[in-house]
T-cell receptor, first 118, second 114 residues
Framework: AQSVAQPEDQVNVAEGNPLTVKCTYS??????LFWYVQYPNRGLQFLLK??????LVKGSYGFEAEFNKSQTSFHLKKPSALVSDSALYFC????????????????FGQGTTLQVKP | KAGVTQTPRYLIKTRGQQVTLSCSPI?????VSWYQQTPGQGLQFLFE???????NKGNFPGRFSGRQFSNSRSEMNVSTLELGDSALYLC?????????????FGPGTRLTVL
């Protein structure tokens, strides 16, 4: 089955410290992975994606993610956290099940709340 | 370029009623997907449209339906509303069909069923 797991409901970090939001996935075939962020009362904003190529993907707002095939992980990272990074973060994988066709359907993790304290 | 717009932003309905939500994709985007977001179930896929054709459908009852128009705008309809349909409904658009394109989300429609 295709699935995404975000093992931490909440991550707390002090402003200026590095942050990591964890994501592991289970897919058949090559994974197409995405990170989104959601601020209160807003929709999801695209941060970055991994399709193929370099395992370190750089995205918006200084975020990056490291794809690790052997650990089936795609952790989101930022070298120096800002208070304004506090939000709900979602990892997602494209549905690649046989018969799903050339579809854009995303399967999301449960989300991780990032709290950055001044 | 304007982002994905959804109307209305907030809706309050009672059980048994029906509701129609609207989504206008980013100009030039031809693919539209809908998701339901609830605290208990998280983000769940409803359906996806491309060039007025439904390409994929999630595991929701037949009370949930949608369509896409020739200008790529999309609507979703929920009939015979139940309390459990209270959720944030998110629309997302992407440039083309397929697996490589990121989706851009609208602000959502918050539906409350009383």
């Amino acid at each position: 089955a295709q699935s995404v797991a975000q093992p931490e409901d909440q991550v707390n970090v002090a402003e200026g410290n590095p942050l990591t939001v964890k994501c592991t996935y289970s897919v058949s075939g090559n994974p197409y992975l995405f990170w989104y962020v959601q601020y209160p009362n807003r929709g999801l904003q695209f941060l970055l994606k991994y399709i193929t190529g370099d395992n370190l993907v750089k995205g918006s707002y200084g975020f990056e993610a490291e794809f690790n095939k052997s650990q089936t992980s795609f952790h989101l990272k930022k070298p120096s956290a800002l208070v304004s990074d506090s939000a709900l973060y979602f990892c997602a994988v494209r549905d690649m099940r046989l018969g799903s066709g050339n579809t854009g359907k995303l399967i999301f993790g449960q989300g991780t709340t990032l709290q950055v304290k001044p | 370029k304007a982002g994905v717009t959804q109307t209305p932003r907030y809706l309050i309905k009672t059980r048994g009623q029906q509701v129609t939500l609207s989504c206008s994709p980013i100009s030039g985007h031809r693919s539209v997907s809908w998701y339901q977001q609830t605290p208990g179930q998280g983000l769940q896929f409803l359906f996806e449209y491309f060039s007025e054709t439904q390409r994929n459908k999630g595991n929701f009852p037949g009370r949930f339906s949608g369509r896409q128009f020739s200008n790529s705008r999309s609507e979703m309809n929920v009939s015979t509303l139940e309390l459990g349909d209270s959720a944030l409904y998110l629309c997302a658009s992407s440039l083309g069909e397929g697996r490589y394109n990121e989706q851009f989300f609208g602000p959502g429609t918050r539906l409350t069923v009383l």
